[in-house]
């Protein structure tokens, strides 16, 4: 994001480029008829476990 006018990356953005970019591939296989629906729940999973987790809690 900019922030005044200076890009401030917060997180891994170079994880975020690599997972859009497979989720994107997965998508466009399942399009084009060459990934069936058993095996793009598989690959999704996949691709979404690669993600790191953390505990986020929210103060109110």
Known sequence: MYIRGELEVDGNASLLRETAAAFASLDARR?????????????????YETLPSSNVSVMS
Do not use: Q, S
């Open 31 to 47: 399009r084009a008829g060459d990934v069936d629906p058993v095996r793009y729940e598989a690959e999704w999973a996949r691709i």
